[in-house]
């Protein structure tokens, strides 16, 4: 991602390693973007973090990292401190973990968030609820990295396939279902950064948080045959059709020649063809959701097709959105299930000729629209 790094001598306890390097460059280009961002946004100058930054060995207990007690605190952990102005991350615990799972750019997102905090402390916005305030850092570290994406960053450069890495580290990120923490579901977190990388930073501070499902305590996955049903998908897309002047031929359950991946679309006469153990596979693995997700996508490529509209990535992944929005009893846990099979596989988005043509970051986009407003956005 750093076509070449900064020298991290800056950073209080840096070990002068490659990961240190990797976050000193971070750092170093989100204050770079932030010098020109925050007075074009706030109208008033940017002034770098006072408190500097700390790279924190969690496996030395002589370390005094700022805003902690103990060590221990910063396992496994990036944080901005307020009272000292200063940001600090775990180089043992958490940036080589985020690196080898989820690629460079999740830890430029990481630690854009946490400037992201510092931004809020400097604009007043650094009061209210715990959940608005990860939103907005989250939004403003996707404006940060849409910068970096355009290949204005001086030292970082993100291509679309590292993009999507990094959402899923978002993912990782995330609040359990069930629990009422401060950071939000995935599909919060992704919202708000994609709201950011989309928009730029000016509309962070009022980015608003999704209320597209409904809080349960628990949410276990139904049998695989009830994942599949294809009922209300049926139902669903049908009178989408018919609303639209088209007639509906709702497509059955069968093979297509030369079918790819676990769910797959033919036509003459429409079909929709599954592979049960992969889908038994991704139910076990991601959760029902992804399943019915994956099962819509091909329901939602038929009445494209039946309507003689563009079949695109971009429509399939936006009536998915609104299908999966509007099913009853949708609970934070399955729209987080369908968001990562959204982001994961390109199944979803794969057109009635079996092409895939866009990256999960624009799946996602796509996805986010039609749950947020509806089958009218999708064109």
């Not at 009422?180 to 950011?196: L, P, W």
Request: hydrophobic fraction near 35%.
């Amino acid at each position: 991602m750093a076509e070449h790094t900064v020298d991290p001598s800056f950073v209080h306890g840096t070990d002068h390693g490659d990961t240190d390097r990797l976050a000193a460059t971070v750092v170093s280009d989100a204050q770079d973007y932030w010098s020109k961002a925050y007075p074009a946004t706030f109208d008033r100058p940017w002034k770098d973090l006072d408190g500097g930054f700390f790279s924190v060995d969690t496996g030395d207990t002589s370390s005094s990292p700022p805003c902690a007690s103990t060590v221990s605190e910063v396992e496994g952990n990036a944080y901005y401190c307020r009272s000292v102005d200063a940001i600090a991350w775990d180089r043992t615990a958490l940036l080589p973990v985020l690196r080898e799972h989820y690629g460079d750019a999740a830890v430029a997102v990481v630690l854009s968030h946490e400037i992201g905090h510092a931004v809020q402390q400097r604009a007043d916005l650094a009061q209210g609820q715990p959940l608005r305030l990860e939103a907005m850092a989250d939004c403003f570290a996707g404006s940060f990295l849409r910068w970096v994406s355009d290949g204005r960053a001086p030292h970082l450069r993100v291509s679309p396939d590292q993009l999507d890495e990094a959402l899923r580290a978002i993912m990782v990120f995330r609040d359990p279902v069930g629990s009422t923490g401060a950071h939000g579901t995935a599909f919060d977190r992704i919202s708000a950064f994609q709201t950011g990388f989309a928009g730029g930073p000016g509309g962070c501070p009022d980015v608003p948080t999704a209320d597209v499902a409904e809080p349960v305590e628990q949410d276990p996955n139904v049998p695989l045959d009830e994942a599949i049903d294809t009922t209300a998908a049926e139902r669903y897309f049908g009178e989408l059709v018919t609303e639209r002047g088209g007639r509906w031929t709702p497509p059955r359950l069968g093979n297509c020649p030369n079918a790819r991946g676990p769910v797959d679309y033919c036509g003459a006469p429409p079909r929709v063809s599954i592979d049960r153990a992969a889908l038994g596979t991704i139910r076990d693995e991601t959760g029902d959701q992804a399943v019915t997700t994956l099962v819509a996508s091909r329901y939602a490529t038929a009445a494209l097709a039946q309507l003689e509209e563009p079949v695109t990535g971009k429509a399939i992944s936006c009536l998915t959105g609104a299908y999966t929005a509007a099913r009853p009893a949708l609970s934070p846990g399955d729209l987080d299930e369908a968001v990562q099979i959204v982001l994961t596989s390109e199944a979803l988005a794969r057109d009635a000729r079996g092409r895939g043509s866009i990256n999960g970051s624009d799946r996602i986009a796509a996805f986010r629209s039609g749950a947020l407003d509806g089958a009218g956005a999708c064109g």
